[in-house]
């Protein structure tokens, strides 16, 4: 007998429906929708060295940084982002951030209409995001959102000089675009 679930309506009904699932969805607004499993060899190398990076230089005790398995709740559904930073608060048992400070997503030839339209509204929905980066996979280039301190949501901010760090002030933090891009993407 095939027993059907009742699609979810809500982030957290979604949440709960999708919880050991194979696969990778996420729900915007109101809709299930199925993403893309896999990615490029560079995508995996952008990912694997800015969370090392924020490791680094933010720590583990205060705050988890995390790739696309633990979900975001925004005002549009439930998003699993590349990388993200959370306040290290909440229980263990959780499946979505309780305080996202930094989203980013590697951009992949499906994912620019989205990375670039859709989810810039939907993370600047967050109020606890400090900033949103969206970099290239294909080059030394980063693209920054910042939320300012009187809460308006500003960029983005082109970066492409390898040799500039990236400062994201409202986290103290500062991204090496020379070291997350060095190696196989020199192109000289």
Same mark, same amino acid.
């Given at each position: 007998?095939?027993? @059907?679930?009742?699609?979810?309506?809500?982030? $957290?009904?979604?949440?709960? +429906?999708?919880?050991? =699932?194979?696969?990778?969805?996420?729900? #915007?607004?109101?809709?299930?929708?199925?993403?893309? #499993?896999?990615?490029?060899?560079?995508?995996?190398?952008?990912? *694997?060295?800015?969370?090392?990076?924020?490791?680094? @230089?933010?720590?583990?005790?205060?705050?988890?940084?995390?790739?696309?398995?633990?979900?975001?709740?925004?005002?549009?559904?439930?998003?699993?982002? $590349?990388?993200?930073? &959370? =306040?290290?608060?909440?229980?263990?048992?959780?499946?979505?951030?309780?305080?996202?400070?930094?989203? *980013?997503?590697?951009?992949?030839?499906?994912?620019?209409?989205?990375?670039?339209?859709?989810?810039?509204? &939907?993370?600047?929905?967050? $109020?606890?995001?400090?900033?949103?980066?969206?970099?290239?996979?294909?080059?030394? =280039?980063? +693209?920054? +959102?910042?939320?300012?301190?009187?809460?308006? +949501?500003?960029?983005?901010? @082109?970066? *492409?000089?390898?040799?500039?760090?990236?400062?994201?002030?409202?986290?103290?933090?500062?991204? &090496?675009?020379?070291?997350?891009?060095?190696?196989?993407? $020199?192109?000289?």
């Amino acid at each position: 007998m095939n027993i @059907q679930s009742k699609p979810p309506t809500t982030p $957290d009904e979604f949440l709960r +429906w999708n919880e050991g =699932r194979e696969g990778k969805r996420e729900f #915007v607004r109101g809709r299930v929708e199925e993403m893309m #499993v896999g990615v490029s060899k560079y995508h995996a190398v952008v990912v *694997a060295r800015l969370i090392h990076q924020i490791n680094l @230089q933010l720590g583990l005790k205060e705050y988890v940084t995390s790739s696309a398995e633990f979900g975001v709740v925004t005002a549009g559904g439930v998003r699993y982002p $590349d990388v993200m930073v &959370d =306040r290290m608060a909440g229980a263990g048992t959780d499946l979505a951030a309780n305080e996202p400070l930094l989203i *980013a997503e590697v951009l992949s030839l499906s994912s620019y209409t989205r990375d670039f339209g859709e989810k810039v509204i &939907d993370y600047g929905s967050v $109020d606890s995001l400090l900033h949103y980066l969206v970099l290239s996979q294909d080059e030394a =280039r980063v +693209w920054v +959102w910042s939320r300012e301190t009187n809460g308006t +949501w500003g960029g983005p901010v @082109q970066h *492409a000089e390898p040799r500039e760090p990236v400062s994201l002030t409202r986290l103290n933090l500062s991204i &090496d675009i020379g070291a997350i891009y060095s190696g196989p993407f $020199d192109k000289s």
